[in-house]
């Protein structure tokens, strides 16, 4: 029963809530029944709920103040509004309070199947918001961010010259180089420091087919509960940016156009001042003149672009930052630094400067572990040494494929190879064929992975 969606139908004519409950329980959802709306807030008090269907007249109470102290009660609760008297007003009042949906009687099965999954996966969205927040809470301060190389220093004198403006800011570069750390170091070096720091990662946001069909529900939900609660300050760093699909960045140009986002030209008194940070690892500015990004979008997140160099162009930064992660390893297994430095001897030390990183810091924070679980440098060493330069110096430039296959299957086989080569990179051989990393994968049809092995 622990795990079953659980539908709260709140409503005192009972041929309604025996309609709505038998068209949820067909659905294999758990319905609970109250007809008024202090019984309605017990059960709020004391079971899990993750839907509601109210009743805009209830017998005690109208359903907006019924839903105010319900969202009270349950931040991540997503409510469906049910009238038999459907009003402009009440629509509007309804939704701003953050009802997902209002539908008016009579209604037919179909009506309440949408309401429901467009509810059920609005209550899922929220809760991994409220997950991911409490991770984000947990983690190290960042007062340790290193910028040991000459690149790295001058992004991070850029950084602090522009975080206390409430500009938006685009940070480009490879995976891995570190482009989230980077947007929380703008956060908290930013005014609204004290303020909610939220991301969306674009990709994953709008990954089930549900998503799809509403629309980025992450990216609403977040916008929703920030007005609910009457947050209008922070920040919200959007990952990937071309990955956000075209319906969701138009909808995110009118948001810009309605100044539900701050623009740099927009003045405190009449306008939400959260600033959005994306990130992409492409050139956003030829999807543009492709026509995948929309060149509204583009103008306004381009404001302020920052390169973030990939490791390979700051191997002066290789050995602190390297030093850095294994403070953080020892941290985290509560061990001694000094037994990991230990088993980092020089020659593995080269090693690691010289290596070209496809993964940047995220492989190389990967390599670390490895190196201080396994304590053999040696090994490891040799392992680098034949992963340097993976295409170029296995004397296989060429790659040969039968040709016994249709043109897909060919495609397949030699971007199969090019991973393989890539010592299992997928990034890396995005990056060594020149195609984006989403195609790669769809072609290889292995979207399960998608941030898998990166
Ligand atoms: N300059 C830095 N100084 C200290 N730690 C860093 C730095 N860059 C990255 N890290 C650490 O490396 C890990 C990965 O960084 P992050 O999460 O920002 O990168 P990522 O998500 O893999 O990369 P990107 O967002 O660019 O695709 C984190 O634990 C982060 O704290």
Redesign the pocket.
């Known amino acids: 029963m622990a795990d079953l969606e659980t539908v709260l139908i709140i409503d005192d004519d009972l041929n309604i809530i025996n309609l709505v409950r038998k068209f949820i329980l067909n659905e294999g959802k758990r319905a609970l029944l109250a007809s008024s709306s202090n019984e309605g807030l017990e059960y709020l008090k004391t079971d899990s709920v993750d839907v509601m269907f109210i009743d805009l007249k209830l017998p005690d109470d109208d359903g907006i103040s019924l839903l105010h102290k319900a969202l009270n009660l349950c931040p991540n609760i997503a409510s469906v509004i049910m009238t038999g008297f459907g009003t402009l007003e009440s629509a509007i009042n309804a939704m701003r309070l953050g009802a997902c949906d209002y539908i008016t009687k009579p209604f037919n099965q179909q009506q309440i199947i949408y309401s429901l999954q467009r509810a059920l996966s609005i209550s899922q969205a929220n809760k991994q918001l409220e997950q991911k927040n409490a991770c984000e809470k947990n983690e190290l301060p960042l007062e ?4 040991a190389s000459i690149s ?1 220093q001058k992004v991070l004198s850029l950084i602090k010259k522009i975080s206390l403006f409430e500009v938006p800011i685009m940070l480009e ?1 490879e ?7 980077l947007a929380r170091l703008i956060h908290q070096k930013s005014q609204d420091d004290n303020e909610p720091f939220s991301h969306i990662n674009c990709s994953t946001a709008v990954s089930s087919e549900l998503n799809h069909k509403f629309g980025n529900v992450v990216l609403k939900t977040l916008i929703q509960k920030r007005s609910l609660k009457n947050i209008q300050k922070g920040t919200i760093y959007l ?1 990937d940016i071309e990955q956000l699909p075209s319906i969701e960045q138009k909808q995110l140009v009118r948001m810009i156009e309605d100044g539900c986002i701050r623009t740099p030209w927009s003045t405190h008194s009449n306008n939400y001042s959260f600033r959005l940070i994306a ?1 992409t690892t492409v050139e956003l500015k030829e999807e543009v003149s492709k026509g995948n990004f929309h060149r509204s979008l583009y103008d306004y997140l381009n404001f302020m672009p920052i390169k ?1 160099p990939p490791l390979r162009e700051r191997r002066d930064g290789i050995k602190p ?1 390297g030093i ?2 294994l403070e ?1 390893l020892s941290y985290a297994w509560n061990r001694n630094l000094d037994e990991y430095r230990h088993r980092i001897n020089n020659d593995v030390w080269e090693s690691l400067i010289n290596y070209d990183w496809p993964g940047n ?2 492989e190389l ?1 990967t390599m670390l572990s490895r190196i201080v679980l396994l304590g053999e440098s040696s090994v490891i060493t040799n392992e680098l040494k034949q992963l340097q330069h993976p295409i170029s110096t296995q004397n296989n430039d060429l790659i040969s494929v039968p040709l016994n296959g249709d043109l897909k299957s060919i495609e397949q086989q030699i971007i199969k190879e090019v991973v393989k080569r890539c010592g299992g990179n997928k990034a890396a051989a995005a990056r060594t064929l020149r195609m984006q990393r989403k195609t790669l994968y769809r072609i290889l049809d292995d979207r399960n992975n998608f941030r898998g092995s990166d």
């Not at 340790?144 to 910028?147: C, L, M, Y």
């Not at 995976?175 to 750390?181: E, F, L």
Request: aromatic share 4%.
């Open positions: 340790n961010f290193v910028a790295m570069g995976v891995g180089v570190g482009k989230k750390t990952e990130s973030v930052l850095h992660l953080q810091v995220q924070a």
